[in-house]
């Protein structure tokens, strides 16, 4: 699913106008159906309760003020509208139409105009992707005095006062803080990125059928990805495979008292179907895999060389880093390693030694690395969510190498420039050993002979998935832990397969 910038889904507006064609208020009466059905489908709707409206100047609160019209016929509706000297012509007509229905349009002259009651429903139409500057003056009063609400607070297409692309130079206390955002068409990029986020609450999408030309041939470079394209990626095993074309895979690390994370990464791998997975890994882990994990063949890295390693074993990819440690001999297995040309995954202490030793130059085309926000920051500096963003996109650009930043929408940089969202996954998965998880289905596909991209698409939704059938069966997201997902692996190529054509 595509992803599109403030400006790309003004034209598809502009576009849809032009070429369906329809007058621009009855694409607002389409907007507004598709709105109310999606709301009335959702936990939040509940006839019972009164619907209090608040409409800004532009199209934003022509929809707020059409979506009035609508719900008058199941709830106690109030409108209130923010004063302004050029309300937009759709606007406009529908302060007409929500009048001529009965409706009492309230205007605000301070936030203490608006009344509720505990149940209120607060429908917020302030302003849309037409917010051109951040909130100020009364508009910001009235954003901060909902937040201080308990109030149930749903969105109109963007919680008001959020740009849809950046907000880097945005107050974060003058944007709406919603329960549930029905959005137009399209996710928002502010929706899949900190700190604005969890500022939309749940996220519905109210397919509004914008031109199917205009979609299709619209250029962009951000994507969410969706169950049906990554099933397109997922090749079906053989029946005639044996375990040698299955994939011959390494894992390095597990050192000192971190054997744990190892383990998790072997086990990770084997489930994902890897055919032959060596571990080199610290004396603890050597004695424990045999017993944790009998399908894995362990080498004690103070006994072996890496480089004879290598040539022995002959592995398709490997990966290096859960459990590794930050010491100088890590450090110095990582600096051989660095320099082959065999497809690796980099996770964890990797990481940390990158950062320390600034080898991030010496990252190219064979490397996959997967860094949480702390790893990211230290590999690639501390700035606005934005200005990161850009900063790893550039960095991945430039060096070739394929980046997993990890967490809620997890994203996949390629060295195409393009960037993928994954939506898979839930809050139980913030548990130790989960990263070391997502190593281990990595490395599993790499060796399988997935390109890094499409590893990279495949492991982090189908490990998203082994989170949310995790969660399902022991029922709060507390309670899950980084081997449940390995459990459920097989469970969610399940899921996956049921798409695939
Ligand atoms: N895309 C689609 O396909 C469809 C879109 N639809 C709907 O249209 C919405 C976009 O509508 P929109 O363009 O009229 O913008 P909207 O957000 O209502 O506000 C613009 C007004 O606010 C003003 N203003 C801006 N910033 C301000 C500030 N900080 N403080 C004060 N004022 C500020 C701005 O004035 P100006 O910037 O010129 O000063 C202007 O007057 C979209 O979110 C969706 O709900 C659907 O109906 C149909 C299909
Ligand atoms: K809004």
New binding site residues.
Partial sequence: MKILSAEQ??E??QY?IENEPIA?ID??E???HEWVMEYVQSPYFDYHKPVVILC?????????L?IARSLKNFHKVAVYL?P?E???E??LINQHRAREKGIEIIPIQKPEDIRVTSDTIIVD?????????????L??DVVRFINHLSNKKIS???P??MFADDNDHNNIETIVAADLTIT??FPKLSFLMMPTGPLAGELRIAD?K?HHEFLRSVQTNHYLLEKKEVAKVYQPRNTWIHKGQAGRALLVGGIGHTSGAAILSATAALRAGVGLLYVACGSRATQALPFARPEAISFDLNEVNINDLISAVEPDAIAIGPGLGTSSAAAELLDQMLEFEIPTVLDADALNLIAQHHWQKRLGKQHLITPHPGEAARLFGNSKQMEFHRTLRAFVQSSGCTVVYKGKYSRIYTPEGNVYFNPTGNAGMATAGSGDVLTGILLALIAGGYSLEKAAKLGVYLHGLSGDIALKSRGSEEAVLASDLCEKLGNAFEELKKDVE
């Fill in positions: 889904i003004r598809a507006d849809t621009s694409l607002m389409r907007a507004v800004g100047p532009g199209n934003n609160g022509g929809d707020g059409g923010l302004s050029k309300y937009s759709d606007n139409a302030l302003y849309g992707s037409g917010l051109s500057r951040p909130l100020e003056g508009a910001a109109v297409d963007i008001s006062g137009f068409q509004i914008l």
